[in-house]
């Protein structure tokens, strides 16, 4: 199952799509870029943004297992240098649970994501407006693992730290993963209260947070599907395309483990990594059109069923002239098994029910350039 957005920010019509088998290559620049910079022993800062970005090249490759080595060994290198370096070597441990989250490493996204708060923590301050922005992306790793006191424990400390600094807008999106966890836990009347303590903190003015608590009472209204609450709400939100795509609604995407049969005879169905590539269009309706896969690295029948997932999807309308083409994305799709170590055995292996984990990797090289000009020109041409 996807994790459910706690804070509901998501994340052209391109006229000649590759079909489902096709690939899309992506350079391998910033890996060169890499080898170049650690050839002339370049400075610590260097090192790390050029690691960072030879990582998201490797993984928008789908090559996971590189990306991972790629910011390990970063990491070995650059760790003694936190204390001058706190954003960048956090950044590298940040990156690296993404990574691993995608990999199946449950492990190691648990222990990068906690990393990643105690670089920050030792060397800025626990109170430091940076380093409780991370507590938060750690209580939402938290919530992926399964760890849900732990996350709502988190969210509530950077809930109180930051309102005793006057951080206002951080408060409030703190209050407000409160409610999106407490909605996951069916305490619908926690959700609404700590909803309504999102509101307060952000103040009458903050039209954000008010559309945000709208977008959550329509979700507890709808059981298990309302069109008409969805309609109505979205005839009354918009957002800026300079603003990040806010969904007011998708399902979840649909059980994609096969039947015990199925797993009898193909005892190995578990030993790979699966993903896709979706790119789609969110019209200025806020309706997605034009969903395809880009690229598909063994999905097979699943494919199906994740584009129904992003084909359903409503998110709030686009503040736009008429005609305008919309906001296009891409999401990685990954299905896979945890990686874990059976009884009798020391050799991990993925095993578990298989499980959809989602990435916007709009900005990526997996948006190859050509595809960056058609979506130029199909934008600028009204969508046709």
């Known amino acids: 199952m996807i994790v459910p957005l706690l804070l509901l920010m998501a994340q052209a019509a391109i006229s000649t799509s590759p079909s489902q088998d096709d690939v899309i290559v992506t350079g391998r620049r910033a890996e060169k870029a890499l080898e170049a910079c650690l050839a002339r022993n370049c400075p610590p800062a260097e ?22 080595r790629t910011l390990q060994s970063a990491i070995r290198r650059n760790r003694d240098h936190a204390a001058e370096l706190p954003g960048p070597v956090s950044s590298l441990y940040a990156t690296l649970a993404k990574v691993a989250e ?35 992306v750690f209580a939402d790793s938290m919530v992926g693992l399964g760890a849900l006191d732990s996350a709502a424990t988190n969210y509530h400390m950077v809930q109180q730290k930051a309102a005793k600094r006057g951080e ?57 599907s309302n069109e008409g609450a969805v309609d109505a709400l979205a005839a009354r939100l918009r957002q800026s395309t300079a603003e990040a795509p806010v969904i007011l609604f998708q399902r979840p995407v649909e059980d ?62 686009l503040d736009v002239e008429p005609g305008h083409a919309g906001i296009y994305r891409i999401d990685r799709f990954t299905v896979r098994a945890a990686m874990g170590t059976p009884i009798g055995t020391r050799i991990k292996r ?11 990797i709009t900005a990526t090289d997996a948006m190859s350039a050509a595809h960056h000009e058609r979506t130029q020109e199909t934008g600028a041409n009204g969508g046709g």
């Open 256 to 317: 994609i483990n096969p039947s015990q049969t199925f797993i009898v005879r193909n005892p190995q169905l578990d030993s790979a990594i699966r993903f896709s590539d979706v790119g789609y269009w969110v019209r200025s309706d806020g309706r997605t059109a034009e969903v395809e896969v880009l690229r598909n690295s063994g999905l097979g029948p699943w494919a199906s069923v994740i584009l129904r997932q992003v084909r359903e999807r409503r998110y709030v309308p």
């Open 350 to 360: 993925r095993m578990g029910p298989l499980t959809v984990h989602v990435v916007d």
């Open 168 to 224: 206002v807008k951080l408060a409030a999106h703190a209050a407000f993963r409160r409610a999106w966890l407490a909605l996951m836990l069916g305490r619908e009347k926690d959700a609404e209260r700590f909803a309504d303590e999102a509101v307060e903190i952000a103040g009458p003015g903050n039209r954000r947070m008010l559309e945000l608590r709208d977008i959550l009472h329509l979700r507890i209204a709808i059981r298990p």
């Open 102 to 136: 995608h990999e199946g490493d449950t492990d190691l996204w648990r222990s990068s994501a906690r990393n990643d708060v105690l670089v920050l923590r030792r060397h800025l301050g626990e109170s430091n407006i940076a380093t409780l922005r991370e507590e938060l």
């Open 47 to 68: 090192d790390v943004e050029a690691s960072l970005l030879s990582s998201v090249e490797q993984f928008a490759d789908g090559r996971y297992r590189d990306a991972q």
